[in-house]
Nanobody, 124 residues
Framework: QVQLVESGGGLVQAGGSLRLSCAAS????????MGWFRQAPGKEREFVLG????????YYADSAKGRFTISRDNAKKMVFLQMNSLKPEDTAVYYC?????????????????WGQGTQVTVSS
């Protein structure tokens, strides 16, 4: 089993930045693909970013390109989501997810473990 705990969410003004963290525990996740998803009120959970176990491959949703970056520290079992130039439409609960398949995918079903989420609210 893998447990994921997100942190770093909060309220920020449009144009601001936030850095989300995801701490993994349980089975080693160094070989897992890690991803970030988000879910806004009344909407489906959507893919934001994914990263391979080595960090060498990253997969960005169009909404994240140029503004968000993903990174990981396998030694500390941490994954990070740096969000810059935030917009009100980025308001959502952000979830960290882990995939044992090793494939950097944007499909929710490809991920095996999920955190509880952290709220990000961007005011205009």
């Amino acid at each position: 089993q893998v447990q994921l705990v997100e942190s770093g969410g909060g309220l920020v003004q449009a144009g601001g930045s936030l850095r989300l963290s995801c701490a993994a525990s349980g089975r080693t996740t160094s070989s897992y693909v890690m991803g970030w998803f988000r879910q806004a009120p009344g909407k489906e959970r959507e893919f934001v970013l994914g990263i391979s176990w080595s960090g060498g491959t990253k997969y960005y949703a169009d909404s994240a390109k140029g503004r968000f970056t993903i990174s990981r520290d396998n030694a500390k079992k941490m994954v990070f989501l740096q969000m810059n130039s935030l917009k009100p439409e980025d308001t959502a609960v952000y979830y960290c997810a882990a995939a044992a398949s090793g494939v950097v995918a944007n499909m929710r079903d490809e991920y095996d473990y999920w955190g509880q989420g952290t709220q990000v609210t961007v005011s205009s």
